[in-house]
């Protein structure tokens, strides 16, 4: 038996097979990517912006119910009597409360008319 030397393909011999190989590899890579990394990037993506919009809007809604509060009581310690008319605060915050409670609770289904 003769040693035989197996040379490479060469652009002259024969069709490149390297290059359809690579473009193969591509056309898989990327239709990978777009089955599974974009989806999760998605929801990533979702859930860091979710996540900052609750971190800054949470202490926002309790900055802004304090204010409320701290406003009903001074303009109910403006009426006239004793200074201690704390309890009109509370009725008046409680009063909005149910009032918002309400209205969220008639908004909670569509209305299919």
Same mark, same amino acid.
């Given at each position: 038996?003769?040693?035989?030397?197996?040379?490479?393909?060469?652009?002259?011999d024969?069709?490149a097979?390297?290059?359809?190989?690579?473009?193969?590899?591509?056309?898989?890579?990327a239709?990978?990517?777009?089955?599974?990394? /974009?989806?999760?990037?998605?929801?990533?993506?979702g859930?860091?912006?979710?996540?900052? !919009? $609750?971190?800054?809007?949470?202490? %926002?809604?309790?900055?802004?119910?304090?204010?409320?509060?701290?406003?009903?009581i001074?303009?109910?310690?403006?009426?006239?009597?004793?200074? /201690?008319?704390?309890w009109?605060?509370?009725?008046?915050?409680?009063?909005?409360?149910v !009032? $918002?409670g309400?209205f969220?609770? %008639?908004?909670?289904?569509?209305?299919?008319?």
């Amino acid at each position: 038996m003769q040693n035989e030397r197996h040379e490479p393909n060469t652009p002259a011999d024969g069709p490149a097979w390297t290059s359809d190989v690579a473009d193969r590899i591509e056309v898989t890579v990327a239709s990978v990517r777009e089955r599974v990394v /974009d989806p999760v990037r998605k929801l990533t993506k979702g859930l860091v912006f979710g996540t900052l !919009a $609750v971190g800054f809007a949470a202490p %926002a809604v309790v900055m802004a119910a304090v204010m409320i509060f701290r406003s009903f009581i001074f303009l109910a310690n403006l009426l006239p009597g004793k200074d /201690d008319n704390a309890w009109m605060a509370w009725d008046l915050f409680g009063l909005m409360l149910v !009032a $918002v409670g309400w209205f969220l609770f %008639a908004k909670r289904y569509r209305r299919t008319n």
